[in-house]
């Protein structure tokens, strides 16, 4: 009983770490360990229990860390061409 309750666990965890990291995209202190941490989280409670909880907190946490990249090369460009410009 208290097996299922920590993988249930992992997987509540891994979809809040998710959504914290998506909320906090710019942000990249916060968004990258919370979405790391989703991401592995999610892995580890898909793999032992198939959960769904833990498949969605997977994709958001993906979906958090690329959020973050997207908007920190998007600045590092943005920056680059105003500067030659």
Not at 27 to 36: A, K
Not at 37 to 64: F, H, Q
């Amino acid at each position: 009983m208290e097996e299922n309750r920590k993988k249930s666990a992992a997987g509540v965890s891994s979809l809040v770490l998710g959504i914290i990291s998506v909320l906090s995209g710019l942000f990249y202190y916060i968004s990258l360990p919370s979405g790391i941490l989703a991401i592995v989280l999610g892995a580890v409670s898909t793999k032992k229990t198939g959960s769904k909880l833990g498949k969605s907190g997977l994709i958001v946490g993906i979906i958090g860390v690329s959020i973050c990249f997207f908007l920190y090369i998007s600045m590092v460009i943005i920056l680059w061409l105003a500067q030659n410009y």
